[in-house]
């Protein structure tokens, strides 16, 4: 599925080294439904996250997001559960490119991940970099994907890019 190249949702936020085992626990990589991983995303963080995610909703987290384990099945989970884009000030590189092969926009942004807080309402251009905080009138510049990356992300990752 194709994304749209803009996000606009609600933010729910974690800290730093949020690893794939936290991000969708091991006792659930037998599934291979998205559904199925979707709702257990998170669930050993924040019981109520697969509740309150609607689409479109965005996570906001610390540094080294997607440590840990390399396994597509954390940002399928992500993605599946509704979430447009993620926000961190650093992730790890396996996660990052696992993410970008399946299609889920993350954007790098320590000043962002900082500043932002839970519950509020975030615009994202994804062409521009502008991370536009609707709560706060604060907005934030990162680097745009560059085009190739871009092309993946708007064809809904690799393989659907191919």
């Known amino acids: ?87 961190a000030e650093s992730f790890a590189r396996i996660f990052y490119r696992n993410a970008i092969n399946i299609g889920l926009p993350i954007i790098e942004s320590a000043e962002a991940a900082k500043r932002i807080a839970a519950g509020e309402e975030l615009e994202i251009d994804f062409k521009t970099g502008k991370i536009k905080n609707l709560s706060t009138n604060e907005e934030f510049l990162t680097e745009p994907f560059p085009e190739f990356i871009r092309k993946i992300i708007e064809k809904g990752g690799l393989l659907a890019s191919l």
């Open 1 to 87: 599925m194709a994304i749209r190249f803009e996000a606009r949702g609600s933010v729910h936020k974690f800290g730093d080294n949020i690893d794939t085992d936290v991000i969708i626990p091991a006792r659930y990589l037998n599934s291979f439904s998205e559904a199925e991983l979707a709702s257990h995303c998170m669930e050993d963080i924040d019981k109520e996250f697969k509740n309150n995610v609607k689409p479109g909703d965005v996570i906001v987290a610390g540094k080294n997001f997607g440590c840990g384990s390399s396994r597509e099945h954390a940002p399928i989970s992500i993605k599946a559960s509704g979430i447009s884009c993620v926000i």
